[in-house]
């Protein structure tokens, strides 16, 4: 119940092409879904977030769509750029008692080719 | 103060041996929290300290492992009788609220048990 699973394992686009990444969940105690962006040898980096009170959220390129109903969320990147290959990767957050965690998805490995 | 920072970068040791690894947090982040990430895995939460206080720990975390987070600053981790199965990627995490700015992970510690 604690899963977050996320879709697909790796993308291949063309620049200037919209990659989207998709991801879901079980648990409705989660209430804070942010995606990471990681480069090899780094560590992830915050990219775009959002409640479960909001059903989209555009932050530039970058766009999550999010629907509560189906318990499901997506990433979109508009006009994808070879510097956009990266891991990308979904979370939620839960809290219980005074503790906050993020769970992960496994991850998406994007190449935008040139 | 330009983010977080973790030391050493990458730790090979033979099997048995223990190990300890430094993470130094924003300065002004009160929320400490561990990450282990394997290859082509996302992060998989460890522990999370409130100032001093470790308020969770994760299953993950045996009785080989001990965090440490005096004075409510920098952090430990350590490692004892290391098994080839800890070989991961170590992140460290900070915030200032309750992840709604988002966490602002580390370089991480990659280590490699031989």
Known sequence: ?114 | DTGVSQDPRHKITKRGQNVTFRCDPISEHNRLYWYRQTLGQGPEFLTYFQNEAQLEKSRLLSDRFSAERPKGSFSTLEIQRTEQGDSAMYLCASSLDWGIYGYTFGSGTRLTVV
């Open chain 1, 1 to 114: 119940q604690q899963q977050v699973k996320q879709s697909p394992q790796s993308l291949i686009v063309q620049k200037g092409g919209i990659s989207i990444i998709n991801c879901a969940y079980e648990n409705t105690a989660f209430d804070y879904f942010p995606w990471y962006q990681q480069f090899p040898g780094k560590g992830p980096a915050l990219l775009i977030a959002i409640r479960p009170d909001v059903s989209e959220k555009k932050e530039g390129r970058f766009t999550i769509s999010f629907n509560k109903s189906a318990k499901q969320f997506s990433l979109h990147i508009m006009d994808s750029q070879p510097g956009d290959s990266a891991t990308y990767f979904c979370a939620a957050s839960m809290r219980t008692g005074g503790s906050e965690k993020l769970v992960f998805g496994k991850g998406t490995k994007l190449t935008v080719n040139p």
